[in-house]
């Protein structure tokens, strides 16, 4: 459960991203939605096949890190 308002987390910690893939096993989809209506001002990046990201290798992840 997520409170109304995550004001204090968006202000202390500087950009947010949400990162989610569609077809994750563990967390729903529709969950997102969520996240973004607390987080209005995070970039959103939707990934198609990888699941709940238990991969050995993201380089997607790597790259978004380094460019911070």
Known sequence: MLPSSLEKFTKQG??????HSKDDPVVP????????????????IIFEDR???????FPEITELIKSI
């Open 14 to 19: 500087g950009k947010i991203y949400l990162l």
């Open 29 to 44: 989809f529709a969950h997102l939605a969520k996240y973004q209506q607390v987080l209005p001002n995070a970039k959103t």
């Open 51 to 57: 699941k709940h990201f238990n991969q050995e290798t």
